[in-house]
């Protein structure tokens, strides 16, 4: 459903920003729509969804906070350019996530 509209960067196929726009809003709504269940299973079972910024998560350092995108020079390593800190991207990302979750909790008292 979302897939791209036929074309190259030579040869523009047809109505391809539009088909860009659709595939955007469809996987908007996708992912809103597991946001919203996820929310719900979480209450129905006593738990609680904490929604977060996740905006440069994967660029801060999860050790000292500095913030660059050359902390990330590939896709799977993460290595801080201010402190020397190195760890698998997605972990380091995962536990600037838990401190945001744990940084919302304490401010809005859980
Ligand atoms: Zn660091």
Redesign the pocket.
């Known amino acids: 459903m979302s897939k791209s509209a036929k074309g190259s960067i030579e040869k523009k196929g047809k109505n391809v920003k539009a088909k860009s726009g659709l595939n955007k809003s469809i996987l908007d709504q996708g992912l809103s729509m597991l946001v919203d269940m996820l929310e719900y299973k979480q209450l129905w079972r006593g738990g609680l969804l904490v929604k977060i910024d996740l905006r440069y998560t994967s660029q801060t ?6 913030v660059a995108k050359e ?1 990330r020079l590939t896709q799977t390593k993460f290595e ?6 190195s760890e698998n991207a997605d972990i380091n990302a995962s536990r600037n996530i838990l401190a945001a979750g744990h940084t919302v909790l304490s401010v809005e008292g859980g």
Do not use: A, K
């Open positions: 350092c999860s050790s000292c906070g500095h902390n801080c350019v201010e402190c020397g800190f």
